[in-house]
Structures are given as C-alpha cells and as structure tokens.
C-alpha cells in the first residue's frame, strides 16, 4: 500500500483534480480547432519530454537526425515508428523516464494473458481521474446525477481499477455524498451469490466485463430470478455478444453502455446516451486505424487502433499498436458532441483463423457469419487443426441450434472436408484473467 501523502499535498492534488475536471462538461462539444489546439499543446509536451528522459524515443530521433519540433502536429506522429506490443516487451525500460518516481506502476493480463506493466505519473493518473467525468455526464442520463450514486464494480482482485482506486484514494480528500458508494464484487462468485448480493447493495450502476455481465444478466433472465434493477449496466475490458446486450436492452429493460480502456492509456472511448460507438479522448490519447502496412484508414473500413497517450509521461508510448480492431463511424453522433467517434470494437488482430496454405481469416467475419445461424445465443470457435473445430454454443432460449445449417456455413466457409463437433454450453466459460475468448487456436505454432 503507498504511504498517506501528507494534509497539504492531498488539498494541492485534490484541487488541481477538481480544476482540471471543470472544462469536461464542455471539452466534448468543442470545435475540431479547439481540440486539435490542446492535442497538439499536449503533443509537444510529451515529445520535449520523451527527447529528453526516453531512451527509446532519444535514439530515435538522433538516428533520424530529427528535434522534437519537427513533429509539429498529431499528423507528423506518422513518422515516428509503429511499436507492437512485442516491441514494448523486449525492452519495457526502453520506454520509461526512470526519473519519475511519484506515480504508480499499473499491471495489467491483457487479453493474451500475459502480463505487462505500464508506469504512469502522478499528474496523467489525476488527470485520468478528472476526465472520468467525461463518461458520468453521458451516465448521468439514465443514472440522474454524476455523482453519489450507488456502484457495484464486478472486477477480479488485481484489475486495473483495482489497482487504481486505492491510489487515488489515498491521496485525494473526498467529501462523503460526492463520491460514489461503491461495492467490489469478484466475477468468480456462483450466479446465484452475485445476485443476492446486488439485490442487497442495490446499485444504480453495475460494471464489469462484457462477456461476463453478458451471461450473467442472461441467467437473470432466463431463469426469472427477482432483479433489483440498477438504472444503467456499464462494461468494459471484453464485449459483451450483441444478443446478450439486446436481451438486457429490451427484456430486462436496462440501458447498457460501454468503455474503451487499456493499461496503455486509461480513457480511450466512452458511449454516449445514443449508443453508438465509442467517442474518443483524443484530446488526450491520439486514436489511427490502420492496415497491415500501418496506412491509415477512411471510416467504415476495419484496421488496428495505433494510439498515441499524449498525457502519460512515466511510460511514453507513441504510434502503439494496441491490437484491437476497429473502423472509424461515419457522420456525426445525434448527441451533438464533436469527440470522433469508434464504431465499436471487432475482435483483436490476434483473433485469427489459420489456414492450410499460410494465410490467416481475422475471426471477426467468420463469426459474425456462424452467429446468423438461427437457434445460438451465443458461440466460441476452438480450432483444433486447419480443418476441425469445436463450436461451443449457446442455445437460444426459446429455438434450437440449426445444425443443418450449421454445418452448411461451416462448408461453406472451410470446404466440404472440415469437420466439426458440437458442445452445448450454459455459457462460455472465461480465461484465468476474467475475460472470453470468441476464437481459440489449440494448434501449435506454425
Ligand atoms: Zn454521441
């Protein structure tokens, strides 16, 4: 546990948390000029300091014989070289101001399961904090006040926000009613547990995992449990299937909304009261989705998200492939705020299906194809060779699986050859770090 920080640096941090939370009931709304202005203001801070403490960046720059200020504008970050995640475990030192001793390092699984640990200053962890803001005024439609209010947070012991509430909240002076009252609940609980325990808390908010609040609310449904029911479910982390997200919408008749986060940069994209796709931080964390070759993308085409944190001194990471997939919305959101929007997340570009003949299919497609099949709730694809699967599925509650037609999509998708064999599952059951996997290669490598 870190050590309580004394009276007086508790009232400085707790004021300049308040002040830089004050513009974000305007910042989404803003003009694309304004945003850029303080994108860029953010930019040129972090490339002075990364061409200063950085080795990573350092070298670079001597290398190509470039200053910080020949990198004027996020649209000259495209000159700085892409790093993947490979890139960042190689050499995790490489990437941190070893001079900054005042924040927190945050570990993180990741979707791979594989651990990795980012370090944050002090300053980009508060003002993370301040623009969560951001996201309760969008709540605020349905929850009626940004704050106060009653939260359940379903996350296993070590996640991200778990490692992070502590921290902030030894370290700010939080008058009681601003707050929120919050309640930890580990996914891990059996269904029946978890629901008597909310039904006593009696949240206005529940958080979570996608996939898990997905099946959870599911069982509430299916089997007519007695439901206190909070006034908005929020998910992040991993998705929740579309089925599951409408039977929450219309059955249970609870809104649902979802985050985009990471331990690489804290906010990346929140839904607004429409629901439609992810508006994003970019006045903190710069957003690209491009190709295989790094290009970058129009809107309604799929490509990785390369992010750019803009505010995160301790860690700098610029041009970082996240390896999510994801295409840009067109048009502007009917809320009116101006924040460029994500058209939700498809999958991760390590969601791949392997072929004979070298090549890779990214998941996302061929799931979307076998989930049209009527009768399944919800489904996993097992790869177990190039030609054999195991289909984990969810039945639909009220239809049985097709499995003529499964079989036809699975032909025609893998040729007449492929074999498959079907398992029937209550639901998909999580990896060790909380998270569901729609696609799993069990074939060794290449
Ligand atoms: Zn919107």
Not at 298 to 317: C, F, K, Q, W
Request: a positive charge.
């Amino acid at each position: 546990m870190p050590p309580k920080s004394f009276g007086l640096e508790r009232l400085a941090w707790t004021a300049r948390t308040a002040w830089w939370s004050l513009p974000e009931h305007s910042i989404p709304w803003r003009s694309a000029e304004e945003i850029e202005k303080a994108q860029t203001a953010c930019l040129r801070r972090i490339l002075q300091h990364a061409a200063r403490h950085i080795a990573y960046y350092r070298d670079w720059l001597r290398a190509a014989g470039a200053a910080p200020e020949d990198i004027r504008s996020v649209d000259d970050l495209r000159r700085l070289p892409l790093i993947s995640k490979r890139d960042y475990d190689a050499a995790p030192e490489r990437f941190v101001d070893p001079g900054i001793r005042d924040g927190l390092a945050i570990e993180s699984s990741g979707t791979s399961g594989r651990a990795r640990t980012i370090r944050y200053d002090a300053e980009a962890l508060f003002r993370a904090l301040a623009s969560g803001r951001r996201q309760r005024l969008a709540l605020r439609e349905f929850v009626g006040k940004e704050s106060g209010y009653r939260e359940a947070v379903v996350h296993r012991d070590g996640s991200v926000s778990r490692q992070l509430r502590p921290w902030w909240e030894a370290r700010l002076i939080c008058p009681p009613g601003i707050e929120l009252k919050r309640c930890w609940l580990s996914p891990l609980l059996p269904y029946p547990t978890l629901l008597e325990k909310l039904n006593a808390f009696r949240p206005e908010v529940i958080r979570g995992y996608g996939s898990h609040l997905g099946a959870f609310f599911r069982w509430v449904a299916w089997q007519g449990q007695r439901l206190e029911k909070p006034r908005a479910i929020v998910y992040g982390a991993d998705a929740m299937s579309g089925a599951d997200r409408r039977l929450i919408e219309t059955e249970l008749n609870i809104p649902v909304l979802s985050t985009y986060q990471a331990v690489e940069a804290l906010r990346l994209g929140f839904e607004c009261e429409q629901r439609d796709g992810f508006h994003l931080f970019v006045d903190q964390v710069d957003v690209r989705i491009v190709d295989a070759n790094g290009c970058d993308l129009p809107a309604g085409t799929p490509g990785e998200v390369v992010i750019s944190n803009l505010t995160n001194r301790a860690s700098v990471l610029l041009n970082y492939r996240l390896g999510d997939v994801a295409r840009w919305a067109a048009g502007s959101c009917p809320c009116g705020r101006t924040l460029p929007r994500l058209a939700g997340l498809e999958g991760r570009t390590q969601d791949l299906i392997r072929r004979r003949d070298g090549s890779q299919w990214a998941a996302s497609a061929v799931l979307a194809r076998l989930q049209a099949v009527a009768g399944i709730h919800q489904l996993q694809l097992v790869q177990e060779d190039f030609d054999a699967f195991l289909i984990r599925l969810v039945p639909a509650r009220h239809t049985e699986p097709d499995a003529a037609e499964l079989r036809a999509k699975m032909e025609e998708i893998f040729g007449p050859a492929v074999r498959m064999v079907v398992e029937r599952v209550e639901a998909i059951e999580a990896e060790p770090n909380g998270k569901v996997k729609s696609v799993v290669c069990r074939m060794g490598a290449a």
